[in-house]
């Protein structure tokens, strides 16, 4: 129930700031795009762990809104250029039409790219912060979005379709495609909040484990997940015989895996105490989906 | 002669430092479609036109290669993009198989988020200057490319299509399309290198002329380029029923244009004095593309 508050309030901070900025008209159609998928109402899991993060380490989350509603606008362009008829052709996301049924293909593609630069234009107007470590940590998300991140996971996900691949790889692909992001928004917050190297080791593999839990939950999910929940269809990854963890360790085996990623996760709080508490909530938040 | 080797001596700096900061082999085949595009042998005009401004302040161009090849790289994911089977569908580019011809729309499509996230990422590697005149500068790169600079240009671009547009219409279109990301290098070099405001207006100025140059004369090559020389064919505005400055002026009002458009340029260089001799040079070659 409090920490129900503590995310609501917080979201609401963050779909505010969101909506603040991006212009409500800008040069051209494109700032509608970018409005309408931004402004979904998705669970803005990233910005709130970036927030959490600075808490654990005895900061204000509130002060780092731009670089955690950065976090959300590459995460939205990701899904923007992920549904597009040339990659994995979704008609819905967060229960409404995605990007491109509503815009038109080139449109939702230069959403997606807007939305990209943008997080890097706000990202750099976080104040609360010396600029050395802003620089560091924007440089940092970049690095988690980029080739050796996100999109490299991505490439690899299209490149495993249709075919078997290894755990390794499965580990691999995931830890780039959803973990990098998880670890850019965790880093983020320890960064800007001043967290020591230790603080960041052991934040960092909190946010590794997240992350995997996560994707093992999002792949049951694709199974056994009702469609009007998850805002999308269910067993995409079966029709596009896609490796998943529930593939790799059945149903039942994805789900202890899952929760034992999870306590794993917890237990790398456990040095920051009660400030961890939201941190600790977000995680059993994503495990929650599980139901 | 002279300013020929100028060019090819920080040509060779700029392909070498872009040869680098792309892994030949990173965690996914991402990275070879992404080096396929940006080593293509451009012609390096915003990296050039950034080190060149820089000069034009008394600073050595060498310095700032790391915000000039960002530049490149926001360049090159726009191309990728713009090639894409659903925005111009060319098949060419710079006299070789575009992108997506070779790697496949998926991956062209990552390629190019990749490029545009890699290129923050390099920009915030920059030395040699304050790390608040770096943030300033790589904000307003993003500010520069986004949705109220170039990727903003390429939606009204896309709008116009197949209508016929104001003179007014054009001149916004192509001061956010590719005005803003010479303004961007110009700004950035002029930044970097420690400008005054004054300077900074001249020089803004300055840029902004020489990418409305730079439209008008790709305008007019469109008409009768040698498509051996553009690596692309001709004709194609033409086919898609664009409006350019050639439909605007005619054939020979759009040269008169650029022609004054040119000069207009080169007199905000004027308080420079010789440190500016090279961004002369590089508009003169914009401008010799005439031919």
Do not use: W
């Amino acid at each position: 129930m409090e920490f129900e508050k503590y995310y609501e309030d917080r979201k609401k901070l963050i779909n505010s700031f969101l909506e603040k900025r991006i212009a409500a008209k800008g040069i051209s159609k494109v700032d509608e795009a970018m409005r309408y998928s931004l402004l979904a109402g998705g669970k803005r899991i990233r910005p709130l762990l970036l927030m959490a993060t600075a808490e654990a380490i005895g900061k204000n989350g509130y002060n780092y809104l731009p670089v955690a509603c950065g976090l959300e606008m590459i995460h939205t362009y990701s899904l923007i250029h992920d549904d597009l008829p040339l990659m994995d052709d979704d008609d819905y996301r967060r229960g409404r039409l995605t990007n491109h049924k509503v815009f038109g293909d080139a449109m939702a593609l230069l959403a997606g790219d807007a939305l990209l630069t943008l997080a890097f234009e706000v990202m750099l107007e976080q104040k609360n912060v010396s600029p050395d470590v802003l620089i560091e940590t924007v440089r940092e998300v970049a690095m988690c979005a980029g080739n050796f991140g996100m999109v490299g996971g991505q490439v690899l996900d299209m490149e495993a379709e249709g075919r078997e691949i290894s755990l390794a790889e499965l580990n691999t692909l995931h830890s780039a495609k959803t973990g990098a992001l998880f670890v850019a928004a965790v880093r983020s917050g320890a960064r800007l909040a001043g967290a020591d190297a230790k603080q960041l080791l052991a934040l960092t593999r909190y946010a590794e484990l997240t992350g995997l839990a996560f994707q093992i939950i999002d792949d049951i999910l694709d199974v056994e997940g009702n469609p009007e929940e998850m805002g999308k269809a269910a067993g995409s990854d079966a029709k596009r015989h896609k490796s998943t963890y529930v593939t790799a360790y059945t149903l039942v085996g994805a789900k202890a895996f899952a929760d034992k990623t999870i306590n794993e996760a917890l237990a790398c709080l456990q040095p920051f105490g009660d400030k961890a508490e939201p941190l600790k909530e977000i995680t059993g938040m994503i495990c929650s989906r599980h139901n």
